[in-house]
């Protein structure tokens, strides 16, 4: 059996400090876009929170967890829309910083908390949460079944984990997976169907499972949009060498994006009874 090195929750976190600037170009959101024709007003990244929170079942005063929230728009857009209650972690002490401030500016700070904590050792009793979600950060979790499994615990009897994030959808070239690793700092992730196994052996029942690599790959068709709007922004921060480093890096992203990796949207449900 092959196996493939991943990064400490540490050094995942050191990385996404250094790049919190690189990110907060994209409007402080960081995950993919849906591209949902029945609502072709919305940002497809605004959509993509709307559909995590719509399979979250969440109401005022519910309690959810925002496993891995990046700069928290995804938390703070679920406080909005639906009175709960999110605490969001995050392994990068400068994009927890960041979303404290968000809230704060968004007004919701009293019901919206971000805390610096590891998403396989998660610092919270049993049955803390109505729900759970965690998008784009499975992926980077070195025992992603111990995080699955850490998240059903804290989940209620009936609760809901709201899972998105990239999986492979073909075999990939040594090339490929060097390619992996300078964009995503992991060498492998799982099948679309891994995630499925994943969820089923963390003792979840699987009541979603959606294989949206087609949102995928739009959002990575604008990958070249994008780096045009901002190359000149990058290379004042970042130094021209720099600049040109991470638009090829990028545009390799792009590649395995189009050819090699997919996306799932799936949701599942903690056996027992919902309590309350």
Request: charged share 30%.
């Amino acid at each position: 059996m092959t196996t493939y090195e991943s990064k400490t929750a540490d050094e995942v976190g050191e990385y996404f400090d250094d790049r919190s600037w690189l990110f907060g170009l994209n409007g402080f959101n960081l995950h993919i876009g849906y591209f949902d024709d029945a609502h072709p007003g919305t940002d497809p990244k605004e959509r993509h929170t709307e559909v995590m929170i719509e399979a979250a079942g969440l109401g005022e005063g519910s309690r959810l967890l925002d496993v891995g929230c990046g700069f928290g728009r995804p938390a703070i857009a679920a406080a909005k829309a639906t009175g709960a209650h999110v605490v969001g972690i995050n392994v990068s002490a400068e994009q927890v910083r960041q979303g404290q401030a968000l809230a704060a500016e968004a007004g919701v700070a009293d019901v919206v908390a971000f805390e610096q904590a590891d998403g396989m050792a998660l610092p919270y009793p049993d049955a803390s949460f109505d729900a759970v979600w965690a998008s784009e950060a499975i992926m980077y979790m070195s025992d992603r079944p111990k995080a699955l499994r850490e998240i059903e615990r804290v989940l209620v009897p009936g609760g809901r984990f709201v899972l998105s994030d990239y999986a492979e959808r073909g075999e990939l070239s040594a090339e490929e997976r060097v390619a992996l690793k300078e964009g995503f700092t992991v060498e492998a992730l799982p099948t679309i169907e891994g995630y499925r196994t994943l969820l089923t052996d963390a003792g979840l029942e699987v009541t979603r499972f959606e294989d949206a690599t087609a949102h995928l790959h739009r959002s990575a068709a604008r990958i070249p949009e994008v780096l045009d709007e901002k190359y000149a922004y990058i290379a004042e921060r970042g130094g021209k060498e720099f600049a040109d480093e991470f638009k090829a890096m990028l545009s390799k992203v792009g590649m395995l994006e189009g050819r090699v990796l997919g996306y799932v949207i799936a949701v599942g449900r903690k056996t027992g009874e919902r309590r309350g």
